[in-house]
Structures are given as C-alpha cells and as structure tokens.
C-alpha cells in the first residue's frame, strides 16, 4: 500500500516539475524531466537544486555593480589575447569524459542537457558508453528523447511528400534531415537498414528532378553504405557525366574501389587524378597519400 502512494506521490511531483519547466518557472531544460521521473526522490530533488543553482547564479550576475562592468573603450580595445595558448589549454568536450572526477563529468553532461543536446550528438553518444552509470543514464535518456524527436519529424515530412508529392522543396527538405539523422549514426540494426532503403527512394526522386553534386554524393555513399555496388556504379557513372573535373567524384570512385578490393584500378585512378590535374583539398590529399605506393 505504502508503495502505491509513493508511486502517486512522486508522479505528482514529476507532473508539478513538468508544468514548472513548461512555463518556464523551473529554470532548467525540458529534458530535465526523465532525470526527475527515472529517478525516485532524487531525481526530483536534482532538478531543484539544478534550478535553484541557476536562479541563484543569475542573482548574482544582476547584482554585480554595473559600474564595475564598464572600462574604458580604448583600454578594452588595447587587450590582446594570446589565441594559440587559449586553444591549447582547451580540452575538448568528448576528452572531458576521461576526468577522474565524477562530479565534473556529471555537471559536464548537465550542462550539456541544459544547454542544446542536439548540437552534442557525438558527446552523448561517447557519453552513453562511460563507466559513470549515471552518466550513462542521462546520455541515454537524451539520446532517446532526440530519437523521438526525429521520428516526429520524419514522419511530419511524410505526411507533407504524401499530400504534395511533386514539391521539390518539401522532398529536398526530407531527403536533408533523413540524411542529417544517417550521418550522425542516430539509427542504428534494422531501423538503419529500412531509412537507408528509404533515403535510397529519396535522394533518386531528387536526382531525377532536380540534383546537385552533394546530392549525388549522398545518393552513392548511402548505396556503399547499403552495399549495394550495382546502384553505386550507375550513380557514380551519371555523376561523373556531370562533374567528371570534379575533387567530390573522385574520391567517391576511389571508395568505391577500396570498397570491393580493387587495388589495381586504385592505383590507375591515382595516375587519372595526376594526369588531369584535378584539384583536390588538403583533407582529399591525404586519403590519396595512404593510397600511393
């Protein structure tokens, strides 16, 4: 019995954080609410402090002396800050994960959720395989709730392509963010397998309208992906009658070659490459570097 009121209880208090965060009386992120709904008595108890913490943060700023705040233009303008040493000191935020100190590494994810988990997709994806449990749970949960968040937005995009099938605008609109979700490995085992056959659909419908180089390079690197290498030639043959002088097509034949084992023809497209003189940036000339003999 003691059981079910507490179940009661807490959900109450989940249900009260989650009205606070909506109306924006409870200072933290949305996601801030699985933290509170996962975690019994804790959880809530987390977002508070969390809350609190902000609030009184933000107390502090206001009450510093304006005065205090102002410096002379020219004075200001004086100041030089040593760029390289800045970035040297830097630790990258994924690096973060390695400090042996679970306080920082748990305010490290917090920040995280407060902040925009969609612009630290990789963060969270590193973040869901630390030794830190409830580092992990966070990560997971966020990753789950942006998961969700794509699959309503996928499906908003069907439902628009279904009413007005010939809008280009709509479809390259889908086509960008179907593929936004691929690259940054956002799927994964059969659901991976199903939007890439999807995306394959797409990106050709799009080709056939109205296609640029990248999405002709997102059309073959999707069929590499899916292995399919009969589809990736056919694509590669068309984009190479239309940017045949072009860095994009080449290296996207050298990994089709290096996909199916072709050393030989590697090194003639090597030779193709030098002999029409084709410009290529730092980043491709590195790839090639591995590749020459």
Not at 49 to 73: C, T, Y
Request: hydrophobic content about 45%.
């Amino acid at each position: 019995m003691w059981y079910i009121i507490l179940a009661v209880v807490h959900l109450l208090v989940c249900l009260c954080i989650y009205l606070g965060i909506r109306s924006e009386k409870l200072k933290v992120h949305k996601y801030m609410i699985f933290v509170a709904l996962f975690l019994f008595f804790w959880g809530p108890l987390i977002v508070l402090i969390l809350h609190f913490q902000i609030l009184h943060e933000a107390d502090d700023a206001i009450e510093i002396d304006v005065e205090k705040m102002k410096m002379d233009s020219e004075l200001y303008k004086s100041v030089t800050v040593d760029t390289k040493k800045v970035a040297a000191e830097t630790v990258p935020i994924e690096e973060a994960l390695l400090i042996n100190n679970a306080g920082e590494r748990r305010t490290i994810i917090m920040d995280v959720l407060n902040d925009n988990p969609k612009e630290y997709i990789q963060f969270l994806q590193k973040a869901g395989n630390n030794d830190d449990t409830e580092v992990v749970h966070y990560a997971v949960t966020a990753m789950v709730e942006i998961s969700k968040e794509n699959d309503y937005k996928l499906q908003d995009f069907e439902r628009q392509l279904a009413a007005e099938p010939e809008n280009a605008d709509i479809l390259g609109k889908y086509c960008a963010f179907l593929w936004n979700c691929l690259d940054q490995n956002l799927m994964q085992g059969q659901v991976e397998v199903m939007n890439r056959e999807l995306f394959a659909s797409l990106i050709r419908r799009k080709v056939n309208i109205v296609g640029n180089i990248a999405d002709y390079s997102r059309m073959i690197e999707n069929d590499l992906k899916r292995k399919n290498y009969t589809q990736a030639a056919e694509g590669l043959r068309e984009m190479g009658t239309r940017y045949a002088d072009r860095e994009e097509y080449y290296m996207l034949r050298l990994q089709y070659l290096a996909s199916l084992g072709r050393g030989e023809e590697i090194q003639e497209l090597l030779q193709e490459i030098d002999n029409r003189h084709i410009y290529l940036s730092s980043k491709s000339k590195e790839v090639l570097a591995f590749w020459e003999v």
